[in-house]
Antibody, heavy 120, light 110 residues
Framework: QVQLQESGPGLVKPSETLSLTCTVS??????????WSWMRQPPGKGLEWIGY???????YYDPSLKSRVTISVDTSKNQFSLKLSSVTAADTAVYYC????????????WGQGTLVTVSS | QSALTQPASVSGSPGQSITISCTGT?????????VSWYQHHPGKAPKLMVY???KRPSGVSNRFSGSKSGNTASLTISGLQAEDEADYYC??????????FGTGTKVTVL
């Protein structure tokens, strides 16, 4: 059974870069059937799609975040990562990683999520 | 792209049926049969309940069903149970390899 776990700093200063890693267990990020995704949920708000990456390194992002986001994959560590630059308080959110199955266009499973607060 | 529109809250009594709507545009919901629905109990990982508009993953109760008409997708929960109380989100393909989520609906079991 595939499991995903987010990790990274819980506090980031404004204007700095948010960096998170998602570790995949019970499955391989090198599988050609999946993309590896990041979503977020600001406090009191709904889910937002950030983007996803294929094992080859091809990545796609939400247009509103595209200029600040990089999602990458490390097949040797079975991990994928999110970097969001020039953060502001509006980037405070619970960040989730998830597997995206291309055959069904569904995100499943998800990690438990990790809260990242942007504050000085 | 803009978030898909869902009602903020829907409620029902145990055993009743409720329907959650998800309204998009002809650029997302209306143009693709790629709507998925997620159940989210706060503090837990969201769970895929329906994909491709109306298909259920293995293990998901057949009390959950999805449909679509035009630019609006719907999730119906029949035989409402206390454990169904959660937030529900729709998600649609929006073209150019991008996805968009709905605004979310809080389901309350009275």
């Amino acid at each position: 059974q595939v499991q995903l776990q987010e990790s990274g700093p819980g506090l980031v200063k404004p204007s700095e870069t948010l960096s998170l890693t998602c570790t995949v267990s019970g499955g391989s990020v090198s599988s050609g059937s999946y993309y590896w995704s990041w979503m977020r949920q600001p406090p009191g708000k709904g889910l937002e799609w950030i983007g996803y990456v294929y094992y080859s390194g091809s990545s796609y992002y939400d247009p509103s975040l595209k200029s600040r986001v990089t999602i990458s994959v490390d097949t040797s560590k079975n991990q994928f990562s999110l970097k969001l630059s020039s953060v502001t308080a509006a980037d405070t959110a619970v960040y989730y990683c998830a597997r995206f199955l291309t055959a069904t266009a569904g995100f499943d499973p998800w990690g438990q999520g990790t809260l990242v607060t942007v504050s000085s | 792209q803009s978030a898909l529109t869902q009602p903020a809250s829907v409620s029902g009594s145990p055993g009743q049926s409720i329907t959650i709507s998800c309204t998009g545009t002809s650029s997302d919901v209306g143009n693709y049969n790629l709507v998925s629905w997620y159940q989210h109990h706060p503090g837990k990982a969201p769970k895929l309940m329906v994909y491709e508009g109306s298909k259920r993953p293995s293990g998901v109760s057949n009390r959950f069903s999805g449909s679509k008409s035009g630019n609006t997708a719907s999730l119906t929960i029949s035989g409402l149970q206390a454990e169904d109380e959660a937030d529900y989100y729709c998600c649609s393909y929006a073209g150019s390899s991008a996805y968009v989520f709905g605004t979310g609906t809080k389901v309350t079991v009275l």
